[in-house]
């Protein structure tokens, strides 16, 4: 593919908004972002290119620009194309949109007092199994202690995200522990004040939003959407951890409640949006 092409592909969008506290976006919005963003907030993740077009023009990008960036993300396999002029999720985008499933219903189960050990086994790899790797056991939300040496409280299903389970099983020992200091052990692994900091911060960025959204004010679209792509980060950074080794006035439910009802919101005027091309 040419460069001209991938420029458009890439093209930043010039009505982004540029949040000068830094905790919505984390790095330039693409039109690849936009339209990639879009699916993943869509059930089932499949829209007409019109609507996309539609989508993208909240962000400044024009409808050639739209087109070129689709293109290219069906040419490496993130969306496909149907007959009738559908794009849907393909490829690692599907497994994301289930991430972000999962992390936004915060599912666990009982838990004993055990943890899950992972030691991994000696050997040199390569930097993107390395990346592969540590990014495997992010998502299934195991804390570093040192170097090739994991843990989590096992209270999540055994069976969740199987994509990461197969990259990271091979690669360790696995064992069921029970540490003497629970609570010093979730403090070392995990910064549970920032988590917090940054979950109260969103909801009053949702606070600031949801009034005009449910007013049927079309600005807040823009900074909404970069809003919700915030929020199902801060999700999928939760530790999941069980209830009785939360802090005091954890935020993890109310970031939720929280999000459910301004999902609601954004959603209804979205689809206003949408009605009017």
Request: glycine share 10%.
């Amino acid at each position: 593919m040419g460069a001209r092409t991938r420029r458009a592909h890439d093209e930043i969008a010039p009505g982004a908004p540029d949040p000068s506290d830094g905790l919505l976006a984390s790095r330039p919005l693409t039109a690849r972002s936009v339209l990639a963003s879009t699916l993943l907030g869509t059930d089932p993740p499949s829209l007409p290119v019109r609507r996309l077009v539609r989508a993208g023009a909240l962000f400044g990008l024009t409808e050639g620009t739209v087109r070129t960036a689709l293109s290219r993300m069906a040419a490496v396999g993130e969306v496909t194309r149907s007959d009738d002029g559908r794009y849907s999720l393909a490829g690692a985008l599907v497994e994301r949109q289930r991430r972000q499933r999962v992390g936004r219903s915060a599912t666990t189960v009982d838990w004993s007092g055990r943890w899950r050990q992972a030691v991994v086994e000696p050997g040199g790899r390569a930097a993107h199994e390395r990346a592969e790797f540590r990014g495997a056991m992010d998502r299934l939300r195991m804390g570093e202690l040192r170097d090739g040496v994991w843990l989590r409280p096992d209270n999540l299903d055994p069976d969740r995200l199987t994509d990461a389970r197969i990259v990271v099983e091979p690669r360790c020992r696995w064992f069921h522990v029970q540490p003497d200091d629970d609570t010093g052990l979730v403090g070392t692994l995990w910064d549970l004040a920032g988590w917090s900091t940054r979950a109260t911060a969103l909801r009053r960025h949702m606070a600031g939003l949801v009034g005009r959204l449910d007013g049927g004010d079309t600005e807040a679209l823009a900074p909404g959407f970069l809003l919700s792509a915030a929020v199902l980060r801060q999700f999928n950074a939760d530790p999941l951890l069980p209830r009785e080794l939360l802090p005091r006035h954890w935020p993890g439910d109310a970031l939720r409640a929280d999000y459910e009802r301004y999902d609601r919101a954004y959603r209804s005027v979205l689809g206003d949006w949408f009605s009017a091309e």
